[in-house]
């Protein structure tokens, strides 16, 4: 079976997950029908051919980070993903430039205006914001190419995973295994992260690729 072909079942898998975790924390959050669940190493989260699972993840996980090479398809998995859930979802990309940036990142993902002259309690204002949005109800924070986030917004994304699935609040992130970033292999590692390690793709799962997203065939 193409590798992508397999890939497909990430969506669901994270699906689930997500909505697990989510139902945790706070209750009225739908199920998504038709999503079994358990996989051996993996409690809670359903058997993905071809995708190793690993960190610190459990059934009280609360972050998945999908880990693939460049043009492997994370983009197009988050976003699917995001099309699915049935609770609130707040997208943002690091970008390579964002490392120059301090907060950059966690801003965009928050919603909240980054001045050019950061304040000093900033960082406080950043946590202002998550608190009022999870005060509304759960929320799923989807982060593109961790790789290029800025290390002050790293570790707001660590502040969060550290709140656990009492705030109703997950994060689902994607990353190139490299560059290597000391703070994000931190956040890996951090209890409640599990990471989903995808393969590259090959010529016979880009045409697929291609295929599932524009219903045409690659030229």
């Known amino acids: 079976m193409p590798r992508f072909q397999a890939r497909r079942d990430v969506v669901p898998a994270l699906v689930a997950e997500v909505q697990r975790a989510v139902r945790a924390g706070a209750s009225g959050v739908p199920d998504v029908p038709g999503i079994d669940v358990g996989v051996p190493g993996v409690p809670g989260v359903p058997g ?4 190793d699972a690993g960190g610190s993840g459990s ?11 460049s043009g492997a398809g994370k983009s197009h998995l988050l976003r699917a993903a995001a099309e699915r859930l049935t609770v609130p979802v707040r997208i943002a990309a690091a970008e390579e430039v964002a490392a ?5 990142l ?16 900033f960082a406080d204002a950043l946590m202002a914001a998550l608190d009022a949005e999870i005060a509304r109800g759960p929320v799923v924070l989807m982060v593109d190419d961790l790789q290029f ?6 570790t707001i994304l660590a502040q969060i995973v550290a709140l656990g699935g009492d705030a109703a609040v997950f994060l689902v992130g994607s990353r190139r295994p ?12 951090q209890r409640g992260v599990s990471e989903w390690a995808l393969p590259g793709l090959d ?3 880009l045409d697929l690729l291609v295929h599932d997203v524009t219903g045409g065939l690659a030229r």
């Open 48 to 51: 993905v051919p071809g995708v």
């Open 59 to 69: 059934a009280a996980s609360t972050a998945v980070v999908l880990t693939a090479p």
């Open 100 to 104: 120059a940036r301090p907060f950059a």
């Open 106 to 121: 966690a801003a965009d993902l928050l919603g909240v205006d980054r001045p050019g002259r950061l304040p000093p309690d």
């Open 149 to 154: 986030a800025d290390a002050e917004s790293l």
């Open 178 to 189: 490299q560059p290597h970033h000391d703070l994000l292999a931190r956040l890996l590692a």
């Open 203 to 205: 010529a016979i799962d």
